[in-house]
């Protein structure tokens, strides 16, 4: 009896046993899900803060572990179904922060990780004014700011556009287009910028200045002919202007009005010339200061004009600064004074002068119908052909240190002197060449005493092209008596009849 007892009893506590261990395995394994405001273990927090609900369900109590100075909890333990609320203080950083807690059941646990966006702003580190001119520009604005992406209110001008946004060593710089300015009053626009994802706003006043001019109102071109003209024009400006006329031009100011709403003001002007032989020309030109703002042309035109075509751009320069010519590219219309110009001085005559003019070709002077008497002084020209000059009886050259040929043609030319200046500039070893059927006398000689022909490299003068040579005169020496002219081509006939000057060093070669 006592041994059937017992084996009950036995299986009793085996079968209690099982059961225990079977609890206790349930709790051990425990679970814990989470919801409401947290989604894929996150809470995502405003800037501003805020409380955030949590709703836990369990197999059995829980709890919570974590720590952070800006998020307090409304429970830290509870039963299946109950809540605990996050409450998020506000972020006052540029930069957003994270704090992970862990809720707890049995030997379940389940992250809730609260990220809190930081605060989005925007801190102008540039002028907050920018003033531009009548000229196209671009407007760079500085600033410390970690929004996503920015907004632009221009204030409805259309002449000002966002470019572009660069990174610069941490900081955002916004680039902005500013277009040229067509208008002739000053003009302003308010940029605001703000963020996408921030309610700071920047404002920068920007202004651009008025277009500078001054216009005549129906035109900038008169073209007349050479009868006498009256031009009765209106000068349209914004500015105070000055401006001077020829001697040709007669100039009477009339009635003057005051500015517009487009800013303009308006002076009727009269200009008038008598009657011409030859083209002329002028271009007025409407100054602000030194500063030209606009400009009329105006012109009495020959129907028959007479072109030359002059290749030196320095050349053409100063026959049209001197009235000569209009200069129109290397084409030039010869104007009256050009068309009944005698003579002609190009260049300086001091013999003395120290740096040469750098008109370096004469060519197309030959296109002045009434050109006599040519005197050429202290230029770079290296050849000098005037024999398809129609009139042209004289030939002046003087201190022309860069010459390697002259030819006179048949041109009644007679005579040369102080060709070849001080010294012959060109370094290398020179040979140079005269010609002209006309040509009696030519002194090519430097004056004694005179130091700078120490550094010419002139080897070799050939005068063979001179049939009526009498007198030559090539005597080229330095105060030690020395020269660099070695050779002195000439004609048989020409070495038993010319009367020559030299240097024993210089050799007479007959060709």
Same mark, same amino acid.
């Given at each position: 009896?006592? #041994?059937?007892?017992?084996?009950?009893?036995?299986?009793?506590?085996?079968?209690?046993?099982?059961?225990?261990?079977?609890?206790?395995?349930?709790?051990?394994?425990?679970?814990?899900?989470?919801?409401?405001?947290?989604?894929?273990?996150?809470?995502?927090?405003?800037?501003?803060?805020?409380?955030?609900?949590?709703?836990?369900?369990?197999?059995?109590?829980?709890? !919570?572990?974590?720590?952070?100075?800006?998020?307090?909890?409304?429970?830290?333990?509870?039963?299946?179904?109950?809540?605990?609320?996050?409450?998020?203080?506000?972020?006052?950083?540029?930069?957003?922060?994270?704090?992970?807690?862990?809720?707890?059941?049995?030997?379940?646990?389940?992250?809730?990780?609260?990220?809190?966006?930081?605060?989005?702003?925007?801190?102008? &580190?540039?002028?907050?004014?920018?003033?531009?001119?009548?000229?196209?520009?671009?407007?760079?604005?500085?600033?410390?700011?970690?929004?996503?992406?920015?907004?632009?209110?221009?204030?409805?001008?259309?002449?000002?556009?966002?470019?572009?946004?660069?990174?610069?060593?941490?900081?955002? !710089?916004?680039?902005?287009?500013?277009?040229?300015?067509?208008?002739?009053?000053?003009?302003?626009?308010?940029?605001?910028?703000?963020?996408?994802?921030?309610?700071?706003?920047? !404002?920068?006043?920007?202004?651009?200045?008025?277009?500078?001019?001054?216009?005549?109102?129906?035109?900038?071109?008169?073209?007349?002919?050479?009868?006498?003209?009256?031009?009765?024009?209106?000068?349209?400006?914004?500015?105070?202007?000055?401006?001077?006329?020829?001697?040709?031009?007669?100039?009477?100011?009339?009635?003057?009005?005051?500015?517009?709403?487009?800013?303009?003001?308006? #002076?009727?002007?009269?200009?008038?010339?008598?009657?011409?032989?030859?083209?002329?020309?002028?271009?007025?030109?409407?100054?602000?200061?030194?500063?030209?703002?606009?400009?009329?042309?105006?012109?009495?035109?020959?129907?028959?004009?007479?072109?030359?075509?002059?290749?030196?751009?320095?050349?053409?320069?100063?026959?049209?600064?001197?009235?000569?010519?209009?200069?129109?590219?290397?084409?030039?219309?010869?104007?009256?004074?050009?068309?009944?110009?005698?003579?002609?001085?190009?260049?300086?005559?001091?013999?003395?002068?120290?740096?040469?003019?750098?008109?370096?070709?004469?060519?197309?002077?030959?296109?002045?119908?009434?050109?006599?008497?040519?005197?050429?002084?202290?230029?770079?020209?290296?050849?000098?052909?005037?024999?398809?000059?129609?009139?042209?009886?004289?030939?002046?050259?003087?201190?022309?240190?860069?010459?390697?040929?002259?030819?006179?043609?048949?041109?009644?030319?007679?005579? &040369?002197?102080? !060709?070849?200046?001080?010294?012959?500039?060109?370094?290398?070893? &020179?040979?140079?060449?005269?010609?002209?059927?006309? &040509?009696?006398?030519?002194?090519?000689?430097?004056?004694?005493?005179?130091?700078?022909?120490?550094?010419?490299?002139?080897?070799?003068?050939?005068?063979?092209?001179?049939?009526?040579?009498?007198?030559?005169?090539?005597?080229?020496?330095?105060?030690?008596?020395?020269?660099?002219?070695?050779?002195?081509?000439?004609?048989?006939?020409?070495?038993?009849?010319?009367?020559?000057?030299?240097?024993?060093?210089?050799?007479?070669?007959?060709?």
């Amino acid at each position: 009896m006592k #041994k059937i007892i017992s084996i009950m009893t036995m299986a009793a506590v085996m079968l209690w046993s099982c059961q225990e261990k079977e609890q206790v395995g349930n709790v051990a394994a425990g679970s814990v899900e989470v919801a409401g405001d947290v989604v894929d273990g996150q809470i995502l927090a405003a800037a501003e803060g805020g409380a955030y609900q949590v709703n836990v369900k369990s197999s059995g109590e829980w709890r !919570v572990s974590g720590l952070a100075e800006w998020v307090t909890l409304s429970a830290e333990k509870g039963k299946d179904g109950q809540s605990v609320v996050f409450n998020v203080s506000p972020n006052d950083k540029a930069t957003a922060r994270t704090a992970t807690f862990k809720i707890f059941s049995a030997s379940a646990v389940q992250a809730v990780t609260i990220v809190q966006a930081p605060v989005y702003a925007i801190t102008l &580190l540039s002028d907050a004014t920018a003033d531009f001119t009548a000229d196209a520009s671009k407007l760079y604005v500085k600033l410390e700011s970690n929004v996503e992406e920015f907004t632009y209110d221009f204030g409805g001008a259309d002449w000002i556009s966002f470019d572009k946004v660069d990174d610069v060593f941490g900081k955002k !710089v916004v680039s902005f287009d500013i277009k040229r300015s067509q208008d002739f009053n000053s003009r302003a626009t308010v940029l605001t910028l703000g963020g996408t994802n921030s309610d700071d706003q920047i !404002v920068i006043n920007v202004n651009q200045a008025q277009r500078d001019t001054a216009f005549v109102e129906s035109g900038n071109r008169f073209v007349e002919g050479l009868e006498a003209i009256s031009l009765n024009l209106v000068i349209k400006s914004n500015v105070e202007i000055s401006y001077s006329v020829p001697s040709w031009l007669i100039e009477t100011v009339g009635q003057e009005v005051e500015s517009d709403e487009n800013g303009l003001r308006s #002076k009727s002007v009269n200009f008038s010339a008598e009657a011409s032989a030859g083209s002329r020309s002028t271009t007025i030109s409407f100054k602000k200061g030194s500063t030209v703002v606009g400009s009329v042309f105006i012109k009495q035109q020959n129907p028959n004009p007479v072109f030359v075509n002059i290749a030196d751009a320095n050349l053409r320069y100063l026959l049209e600064s001197q009235g000569m010519l209009i200069d129109e590219g290397g084409q030039c219309e010869l104007l009256g004074p050009g068309m009944e110009a005698t003579s002609l001085t190009i260049g300086e005559t001091n013999a003395n002068m120290y740096s040469a003019d750098p008109i370096a070709s004469v060519e197309g002077l030959e296109g002045f119908p009434k050109l006599e008497s040519l005197t050429l002084g202290n230029i770079k020209v290296s050849k000098i052909d005037v024999s398809n000059y129609p009139k042209l009886n004289e030939l002046n050259l003087i201190n022309l240190n860069w010459i390697t040929e002259i030819n006179t043609g048949n041109r009644p030319i007679t005579n &040369l002197t102080n !060709v070849g200046g001080y010294y012959t500039y060109i370094e290398q070893p &020179l040979n140079i060449v005269i010609k002209g059927v006309n &040509l009696i006398d030519i002194d090519y000689s430097v004056p004694y005493d005179n130091w700078y022909v120490d550094w010419e490299q002139l080897e070799s003068i050939d005068v063979t092209g001179c049939p009526k040579l009498e007198t030559l005169n090539v005597k080229r020496e330095n105060s030690y008596g020395q020269s660099a002219l070695h050779t002195l081509y000439m004609t048989a006939a020409q070495a038993e009849s010319v009367s020559v000057t030299k240097l024993d060093k210089t050799q007479i070669v007959v060709r």
